[in-house]
């Protein structure tokens, strides 16, 4: 019996050994995503952006209503500030501008006439040029929605009607065109602002004939 006591004893008085730090942490991580699962989730954050494609929005229903007709209008703003920080005659900058209207009709849709549709596009351009103002160059425009349209209000872009043939293999139009635009494009020539390159390189519209924009001509191209 005092064996037996001094055994209880014993024991009872031996420290306990604490456990592992690695299995504590497991055990808490097991804790925390079991309670992960179980809390609701957080509600997303609220997009307060305005969800309009357009500036003016969709002039109270009349936008999607004409296009649901055939009828598609817009108005583009582009304005340009451009710097001479060095060199040239002396530094400054300039501003140029240019506003846009453009009209798409699809005959198809408005009129029933397969495969016909008409474009046009009017613009106003507004500014001065950096090049002749401080740089001292009249040949290559810093900015490339200077100048083209004349002094006028208003400058007619190019106005024509299309006609698509062959569930659209076989493509005409007539009417005034720019040359450029059908025979001299690239989605990277204006990633240069100047006019160099932006919207066709500079040599194209120096030859007899060929017009680019803001300028057309009367023509008529097929493309197959």
């Known amino acids: 019996m005092l064996r037996a006591d001094l055994a209880r004893k014993g024991a009872a008085t031996r420290p306990i050994r604490p456990l592992p730090l690695a299995v504590l942490a497991v055990a808490a991580l097991l ?19 305005p969800a309009e494609q357009h500036l003016f929005g969709d002039w109270g229903g009349l936008r999607s209503d004409l296009h649901g007709r055939g009828v598609d209008l817009s108005v583009d ?6 710097a001479a920080v060095a060199g040239g005659r002396r530094t400054g900058a300039d501003y140029a501008q240019q506003v846009q209207f453009k009209a798409d009709v699809d005959w198809s849709v408005l009129a029933g006439v397969k495969g016909f549709s008409t474009h046009a596009i009017l613009v106003d351009r507004a500014g001065r040029n950096l090049g002749t103002d401080y740089v001292g160059d009249n040949l290559f425009q810093p900015q490339s929605v200077y100048g083209g349209a004349g002094e006028v209000l208003v400058h007619l872009v190019e106005a024509y009607g299309e006609e698509k043939l062959a569930d659209g293999r076989i493509d005409i139009a007539a009417g005034r065109l720019p040359v450029g635009e059908d025979f001299a494009t690239s989605p990277l020539y204006c990633d240069f602002l100047n006019t160099a390159v932006c919207g066709y390189p500079h040599s194209l519209p120096a030859k007899v004939g060929f017009t680019a924009f803001p300028n057309s001509t009367w023509g008529a191209r097929v493309r197959i």
């Not at 703003?77 to 451009?82: E, L, N, R, S």
């Open 31 to 49: 804790g925390s995503a079991a309670q992960a699962q179980g809390a609701p989730k957080p509600a997303a954050p609220k997009n307060d952006a």
């Open 77 to 82: 703003y582009t304005g340009q500030v451009a």
